[in-house]
């Protein structure tokens, strides 16, 4: 009797706290450094939700081992919808299979609110490597084993495992760099401390429009229409080559229903905006929202995914 009852309080509760939710700010984890592809849709997504709640909405920056230590703060927070994660979903899953103490379980230990977004991998080199196309790219790379040096937004994310996958089918070696993240690696291929990258089109692209990086691939299956010019990576040698950043918010494991639903509708709405989804195509990215349960069977299958591709690379992380 006393476990119904137990239980009856906190459907009640949950149901009232729904009901007032937000009645106090909100915060967006986003656990890489400022200026990537996370924390451009995070400050996007802040201020539209701040409008419609009334109540602050926070973006914090919690970077560090390669997204994890943003993931372990949410997943450790209280499941009460005001401390949520908005994270490259890909690297979030792939790190379950490259770090062998990781003190959480991606598919498990979230709940999950929404997909927000994909945004295809450029494939980008510093102006002054001697390259314009893939084909170049490569006979670069093969004519100077392991001199190219590759920047990446973190070890075992997924613009390393795409660089992986590349090197892989092209059989290629470059030295890997990592740094704090997307916005970080973007930053050092622009300034000649490393040679070429994978990263997100939305934190890349600007960059390559202002001429400090050339843009030699997209890794979508298509064209994007924002960079009509810029071939696929299989166009040039590489079928069915496509990878990419795939953003969304998750909370921590525990989160009342209504309070995910309710989560889970007011971004769809915004997500579902002609504006947003216009600012979105501009910047190379497409919108991708969904129910929770369709990002929950998403998490588990990518985990998976990933898990297989890690171990028949052969890839030793550290």
């Known amino acids: 009797m006393r476990t119904l009852t137990a239980v009856l309080v906190w459907l009640v509760f949950s149901a009232g706290q ?39 909405v926070i973006v914090e920056n919690k970077p560090g081992a390669n997204g994890n230590v943003g993931a372990e703060f949410v997943a450790k927070s209280a499941a009460d919808g005001y401390t949520l994660l908005l994270t490259d979903l890909g690297g979030l899953v792939i790190s379950a299979s490259v770090y062998a103490q990781l003190p959480f379980n991606p598919a498990q230990d979230f709940t999950p609110v ?12 510093h102006p002054s490597v001697p390259a314009k196309d893939i084909k170049e790219l490569v006979a670069l790379a093969k004519a100077q084993p392991g001199k ?53 089109m939305l934190a890349t692209w600007p960059t390559v429009q202002g001429g400090r990086l ?15 010019d810029t071939p696929t990576v299989a166009e040039q040698g590489l079928p069915g080559f496509e ?67 890690v171990k028949e690379s052969g890839a030793k992380f550290e």
């Open 243 to 309: 990878t990419g950043s795939f953003q969304g918010v998750v909370g921590p494991l525990g989160m009342a229903r209504e309070t995910v639903a309710k989560l889970n509708a007011e971004l769809a709405r915004i997500l579902g905006a002609a504006e947003m989804r216009e600012r979105f195509a501009k910047q190379g990215t497409q919108v991708r929202s969904g129910t929770p349960e369709t990002l929950g069977t998403w998490l588990r299958e990518e985990q998976a995914r990933w898990a297989r591709v």
């Open 214 to 228: 050339r843009a030699l691939a997209i890794s979508s299956a298509q064209r994007v229409s924002s960079a009509p």
């Open 148 to 200: 190219l040096n590759f920047a990446i937004s973190g070890i075992g994310g997924a613009p390393h495992l795409a660089g992986i996958e590349f090197a892989q089918r092209m059989a290629l070696q470059w030295t890997y760099i990592p740094y704090k993240g997307g916005s970080d690696a973007v930053a050092a291929v622009a300034a000649g401390q490393a040679d070429v990258l994978f990263n997100g």
């Open 114 to 125: 929404i997909m927000v977004s994909y945004s295809p991998h450029v494939l980008a080199v």
């Open 18 to 56: 729904a009901q007032t939710y937000p009645a106090k700010p909100v915060r967006i984890i986003v656990p890489y450094a400022a200026g990537g592809t996370s924390d451009i849709l995070a400050r996007q997504l802040g201020p539209k939700l701040a409008d419609t709640w009334g109540q602050p």
